[in-house]
């Protein structure tokens, strides 16, 4: 294992050596989310010599803004999706067991009303079949008291009871930098804002690629065996073919666990379509989500949550949960992700497959589809049908995506078991680094959050951060869960992290400025709708049928 520190002096001296650099890579990944990073990591762990490009930051796109789900697919059940679902909990119960920490059993819980359609026998015959596939009976029907105990607020009026059945969660963003960067630990390369242009055709065994540092307009050109195009709701733009993709927007609200609490997770039918909703504790906070609506905007600008959007979330809540009189002014933060659905020409993007496809391209393979529970099967697909194009390799799926780090917490500063456990899975054989880094005061949690002041430290130090919003959005979620982005805490952000970037005070204040724009436009709710629907201030909001069924319309 190779002892790297991936700061800005390492990136331009990997720069430097690309230009250099006349032997073919056996491997060009072009896209840093999910997808790339498990082949990426499959294949370094292969003994193959791989280089991983990603044209804005890691996870930037669909693999930060996800549910924050690892999870099998209740619902792929209803429209007989069995194998995708058998093969999502299958991946779920090993990273499981492979990631803890990182990827931890989530208790879901599902309400049963007088009436309510599909009623009890339906949600449990899913369930029993969701239990067999996981060889494990573990959902249970709990009373009206039970039930009521599990998820407090919940209206009653018609409450029968409900059901408990068992997922897993995870940092998406966390889960993509760690296979990345435990890849580079065993000998891949990989760079951020380098953008791929289109592969040249092939010749002599050998594709061509010109990529782009988007940080200084440098320019190269790279040779090899085989190029993957994992650049997910971007696919169709770097492969030669028909145009196979319906790009799909799924957006999400944040609240402080205390306005809207969330012991245990919950799926929430909407009152208007019965598109079932998640609402589930994650970092501290409680999220709701998703939607899932056609995406029309521009790939290279971040999706926003729109007006429509968030008034159809709502109202989820408000049916469901009266009594906290929740108002848009309860919503701490949001995110909005495009997944990359292969289109089926369904009129419902609900009933679009979220399965994989691979299409080879005379030695570009594209990968693309599929969802971030079964990003390893993804893996080990492409790879057996790209093992023409490569050196002798024997593809085994024996070993583990990732091995929980052995850790010295015995000669470390005293931390929580729950501290340990969640350090040692975001940040794998760097925890003790991360822990040692620490100053004064930095292992404490940054308030309302369950994030260290010392993940901003390391992060700034060793994980390739470019901009401000690497740190904040992806490296850590803070800018997701504390009020305004963070903005009150701007004074520490900078003493912990601005010398460790090697910024200016000019620079930090550019970033700051970057930054606070980009929340603003994406991360928090349409400026449109604070002028319009009534705040916590006002009377309790009202939500016209005409407003909330843009769903179901489409």
Same mark, same amino acid.
């Given at each position: 294992m190779e002892n790297h520190s991936f700061n800005q002096t390492w990136r331009e001296g990997f720069w430097q050596e690309l230009n250099d650099d006349t032997q073919p890579w056996d491997m060009i990944v072009v896209g840093g989310g999910i997808t790339g990073a498990g082949i990426f990591?499959?294949?370094?762990?292969?003994?193959?010599?791989?280089?991983?490009?990603?044209?804005?930051?890691?996870?930037?796109?669909?693999?930060?803004?996800?549910?924050?789900?690892?999870?099998?697919?209740?619902?792929?059940?209803?429209?007989?999706?069995?194998?995708?679902?058998?093969?999502?909990?299958?991946?779920?119960?090993?990273?499981?067991?492979?990631c803890p920490g990182l990827v931890e059993h989530l208790n879901f819980l599902?309400?049963?009303?007088?009436?309510?359609?599909?009623?009890?026998?339906?949600?449990?015959?899913?369930?029993?079949?969701?239990?067999?596939?996981?060889?494990?009976?573990?959902?249970?029907?709990?009373?009206?008291?039970?039930?009521?105990?599990?998820?407090?607020?919940?209206?009653?009026?018609?409450?029968?009871?409900?059901?408990?059945?068992?997922?897993?969660?995870?940092?998406?963003?966390?889960?993509?930098?760690?296979?990345?960067?435990?890849?580079?630990?065993?000998?891949?390369?990989?760079?951020?804002?380098?953008?791929?242009?289109?592969?040249?055709?092939?010749?002599?065994?050998?594709?061509?690629?010109?990529v782009r540092d988007r940080r200084t307009d440098r320019v190269c050109r790279l040779q090899a065996r085989v190029v993957v195009n994992a650049t997910g709701a971007w696919a169709d733009r770097l492969r030669n073919g028909e145009k196979r993709?319906?790009?799909?927007?799924?957006?999400?609200?944040?609240?402080?666990?205390?306005?809207?609490?969330?012991?245990?997770?919950?799926?929430?039918?909407?009152?208007d379509d019965q598109r079932p909703l998640f609402l589930l504790p994650w970092e501290g906070a409680t999220i709701l989500g998703t939607t899932d609506v056609d995406h029309s905007g521009n790939l290279d600008t971040e999706a926003a949550v729109t007006a429509e959007e968030v008034r159809y979330m709502m109202k989820v809540l408000e049916v469901?949960?009266?009594?906290?009189?929740?108002?848009?002014?309860?919503?701490?933060?949001?995110?909005?992700?495009?997944?990359?659905?292969?289109?089926?020409?369904a009129a419902d993007p609900s009933k679009e497959s979220r399965d994989h496809a691979v299409w080879d391209d005379d030695g570009v393979m594209t990968i693309t589809g599929g969802k971030l529970t079964t990003f390893r099967k993804m893996a080990f697909d492409l790879l057996h049908k790209a093992k023409h194009y490569l050196p002798p390799i024997q593809i085994d799926k024996t070993p583990p995506v990732m091995v929980p780090p052995e850790v010295p917490w015995d000669r470390l500063p005293p931390l929580s078991q729950a501290v340990r456990r969640?350090? =040692? %899975?975001?940040?794998?054989?760097?925890?003790? /680094?991360?822990?040692?880094? &620490? +100053?004064? !005061?930095?292992?404490?949690?940054?308030?309302?959050?369950?994030?260290?002041?010392?993940?901003?430290?390391?992060?700034?130090?060793?994980?390739?951060?470019?901009?401000?919003?690497?740190?904040?959005?992806?490296?850590?979620?803070?800018?997701?869960?504390?009020?305004? =982005? %963070?903005?009150?805490?701007?004074?520490?952000? /900078?003493?912990?992290?601005? &010398? +460790?970037? !090697?910024?200016?005070?000019?620079?930090?204040?550019?970033?700051?400025?970057?930054?606070?724009?980009?929340?603003?436009?994406?991360?928090?709710?349409?400026?449109?709708?604070?002028?319009?629907?009534?705040?916590?201030a006002k009377a309790k909001a009202s939500v016209t049928e005409q407003e909330v069924s843009f769903h179901a319309s489409r």
């Open positions: 990591r499959e294949a370094v762990r292969l003994g193959l010599r791989v280089l991983l490009l990603e044209q804005k930051d890691y996870s930037w796109g669909t693999s930060s803004r996800s549910s924050k789900l690892v999870h099998g697919g209740l619902r792929y059940l209803k429209d007989g999706h069995v194998f995708l679902t058998r093969d999502s909990i299958v991946e779920r119960q090993r990273l499981m067991r492979e599902i309400s049963l009303y007088e009436g309510q359609k599909p009623g009890r026998w339906t949600f449990q015959a899913g369930l029993l079949i969701y239990d067999l596939l996981a060889s494990r009976l573990q959902h249970q029907h709990l009373d009206k008291q039970d039930f009521l105990l599990s998820a407090p607020h919940l209206k009653e009026e018609g409450l029968q009871g409900g059901l408990r059945y068992g997922d897993a969660r995870t940092d998406d963003s966390r889960l993509v930098l760690r296979l990345i960067f435990e890849g580079m630990r065993d000998g891949g390369r990989a760079l951020n804002y380098v953008r791929a242009e289109k592969p040249e055709p092939r010749v002599d065994g050998i594709t061509a690629v010109t993709l319906r790009p799909l927007r799924g957006s999400h609200l944040v609240f402080h666990a205390w306005r809207v609490p969330a012991p245990q997770a919950m799926t929430i039918l909407h009152p469901n949960f009266p009594k906290l009189n929740l108002t848009i002014d309860d919503i701490v933060a949001s995110w909005s992700g495009v997944r990359p659905v292969i289109s089926s020409g969640r350090l =040692g %899975g975001r940040y794998g054989l760097c925890t003790e /680094a991360l822990v040692r880094a &620490a +100053e004064d !005061g930095e292992l404490d949690l940054v308030s309302g959050t369950e994030t260290l002041w010392a993940e901003l430290r390391w992060a700034a130090r060793d994980e390739q951060v470019v901009h401000l919003d690497d740190l904040l959005l992806r490296r850590t979620r803070l800018g997701l869960l504390l009020e305004q =982005g %963070g903005a009150a805490h701007e004074a520490r952000f /900078a003493a912990i992290c601005q &010398a +460790e970037l !090697g910024w200016s005070e000019a620079r930090w204040r550019d970033e700051w400025r970057r930054y606070r724009d980009i929340w603003t436009k994406y991360y928090s709710i349409p400026d449109a709708l604070r002028a319009t629907e009534p705040t916590a």
